[in-house]
């Protein structure tokens, strides 16, 4: 049986960091899928094609992965997410694309927009979903449904018990643990798996300040839009609890978990020291 990792890469939920870490780790083995067109219009059929083109995949990175996936006979897939607290999302979003090179609605928003104008812009019905719901909408696999088209109590379902069905849910915010989680599970299948880290396109802000205080900041700078935006990605939270309690579930289930997260952080300050070192 070949065991396939296929990541659904959500946009700026740390999906460029692990698939960093795929790639460093399973090289030709691993694809950063970016033919966006060609997944969203074969979806299943796309993926079973690559997979029999391609008999070395091992991992498959995708913002537009599909479901149902392919039944492939000899094929077991193993689905990846990352959740993220969805105010805390907000200010990644919003920093990103001010710096991002350009043209897209988002991105022009962001340099012309003061942060709390930019969210309202953000919230609006006729634009992008990218705060609203996103990562409920992306799991459940509405994300390209019309922008006006709001988010159904069928999509948290959905998407709930796809977190709940797999073995490999992470949290932005607790990314070590979720990938000494992540190295369990998936090492008896894939005995060299390393995912070890050097962060990719992180933004640097807020973090220091922790994901409390960095949370209670952005609703601060929200002020009257907060509610609102706390009601538009309710099920964003509901999800995000749920990520954070199957990580606790499964940190428990590990005998050694504090001698594998020390060992997994110095396998990333090796990598970190090697890279300033090339600098």
């Known amino acids: 049986m070949r065991n396939v990792i296929v990541h659904g890469h959500i946009f700026k939920n740390a999906g460029t960091t692990f698939d960093w870490s795929l790639a460093r780790c399973l090289g030709d083995g691993f694809l950063d899928h970016r033919d966006d067109t060609a997944m969203r219009e074969g979806r299943a059929e796309h993926l079973a ?46 920093a990103f694309e001010r710096r991002q090179d350009a043209q897209t609605r988002g991105a022009l928003a962001a340099k012309e927009k003061s942060f709390k104008e930019y969210v309202a812009w953000r919230l609006r019905e006729d634009v992008p979903r990218t705060v609203r719901d996103y990562q409920t909408a992306n799991i459940a696999g509405f994300h390209e449904l019309p922008v006006r088209v709001k988010a159904k109590p069928e999509w948290l379902r959905t998407a709930s ?4 069905n797999s073995s490999c849910i992470g949290v932005v915010d607790r990314y070590d643990e979720s990938m000494v989680v992540f190295e369990h599970a998936l090492s008896p299948l894939f005995p060299d798996i390393d995912l070890a880290y050097v962060a990719q396109n992180v933004s640097q802000e807020r973090k220091a300040k922790g994901l409390s205080a960095g949370v209670k900041e952005v609703l601060d700078e929200l002020g009257d839009l907060a509610v609102e935006a706390l ?14 309690q199957k990580l ?26 090697r890279r300033w070192l090339r600098l």
């Open 231 to 244: 009601i538009q990605n309710a099920y964003d939270m509901a999800l995000y609890r749920q990520a954070t």
């Open 248 to 273: 606790d579930s499964a940190l428990d289930e590990i005998d050694d978990v504090d001698a594998r997260l020390a060992d997994f952080r110095k396998r990333c300050a090796r990598l970190s020291r």
């Open 49 to 94: 094609e690559l997979l029999e083109t391609t008999p070395g995949l091992k991992a498959i990175s995708s913002h537009h992965l599909c479901y149902p996936l392919p039944a492939v006979s000899d094929v077991t897939f193993h689905p990846v997410y990352f959740l993220r607290h969805p105010i805390e999302r907000i200010a990644s979003v919003y």
């Open 161 to 164: 018990d796809r977190i709940a």
